[in-house]
């Protein structure tokens, strides 16, 4: 199933879920653990714009909660605008959740070939979404604004072993 959710900023609770999401705080943990396996991978980082601000490898919350709000992770430089008119949209949620089927085969069966199998696909996902689709909006002379193709994004898998409530903003 795939869900897509825009994420804008003003709902404490909507912005908690993803800052404090479990998962996210245990990510770094599971994965330094000494001779243990997870069946779920931890919370890593992907896509092309990652070289541009020198993350690799496993997510840090820290790191994620400043991208979450458009800054920088190492200078603190806001990397987005702030909206005049609007809210700010802090990201989208792509939700990519496999059947339940595969889901009692690779966590309660342990098969990881499963999981390893849902996360290739997801990065092939992310690749096509990043070539096609991924545009930012720049300003140019007053007030024309143009649409580029960036061909770049900076995408944090966060993968869940449980189910999760879905939220409705509002």
């Given at each position: 199933?795939?869900?897509?959710?825009?994420?804008?900023?003003?709902?404490?609770?909507?912005?908690?879920?993803?800052?404090?999401?479990?998962?996210?705080?245990?990510?770094?943990?599971?994965?330094?653990?000494?001779?243990?396996?997870?069946?779920?991978?931890?919370?890593?980082?992907?896509?092309?714009?990652?070289?541009?601000?020198?993350?690799?490898?496993?997510?840090?919350?820290?790191?994620?909660?400043?991208?979450?709000?458009?800054?920088?992770?190492?200078?603190?430089?806001?990397?987005?605008?702030?909206?005049?008119?609007?809210?700010?949209?802090?990201?989208?949620?792509?939700?990519?959740?496999?059947?339940?089927?595969?889901?009692?085969l690779a966590l309660v069966g342990g098969d990881r070939r499963i999981i390893d199998l849902h996360e290739q696909a997801l990065q092939h996902v992310f690749d096509i979404l990043q070539i096609r689709y991924a545009q930012t909006r720049v300003r140019q002379g007053k007030g024309e604004?143009?649409?580029?193709?960036?061909?770049?994004?900076?995408?944090?898998?966060?993968?869940?072993?449980?189910?999760?409530?879905?939220?409705?903003?509002?």
């Open positions: 199933m795939f869900r897509p959710t825009l994420i804008k900023k003003g709902n404490a609770d909507i912005e908690e879920y993803y800052t404090e999401d479990e998962a996210l705080k245990n990510s770094e943990d599971e994965y330094y653990t000494p001779g243990k396996d997870p069946v779920v991978t931890p919370c890593k980082w992907y896509g092309k714009g990652l070289a541009l601000l020198g993350l690799k490898g496993v997510i840090k919350q820290k790191v994620f909660k400043k991208l979450f709000y458009g800054y920088h992770p190492d200078t603190g430089k806001r990397l987005r605008e702030v909206p005049t008119v609007g809210q700010e949209r802090l990201g989208i949620d792509l939700t990519f959740s496999p059947g339940k089927e595969a889901s009692i604004r143009l649409t580029v193709n960036t061909d770049c994004l900076i995408g944090a898998f966060i993968n869940h072993a449980t189910a999760r409530p879905v939220l409705v903003d509002g």
